[in-house]
């Protein structure tokens, strides 16, 4: 059992370590919800970044050998800087 402590104008709860481990909560962003009986805290389950390393790979795999037909190469062309008065 533990109690509330002032913390500036808020308050907060230390949870022990072990909680925190069983609950998956170490290193993650949190998320509060109101509940009947009290209050959830539970870890903010962020889907758009789950699968990024997947989603890159899969990109790169289907680009393969692709040229890229961006325009980098005539932003580095310093020509237009011949006429440049320095």
Do not use: C
């Amino acid at each position: 059992m533990t109690m509330l402590t002032k913390i500036g104008n808020s308050q907060g709860v230390r949870i022990p370590k072990t909680l925190i481990k069983q609950a998956h909560l170490e290193n993650v962003q949190i998320d509060f919800e109101i509940v009947e009986n009290g209050l959830l805290i539970k870890p903010v389950n962020n889907p758009a970044r789950d699968n990024w390393e997947d989603n890159i790979k899969e990109v790169l795999a289907k680009n393969k050998g692709s040229k890229d037909e961006g325009l980098l190469g005539d932003f580095l062309n310093d020509s237009d800087l011949e006429d440049y008065q320095w």
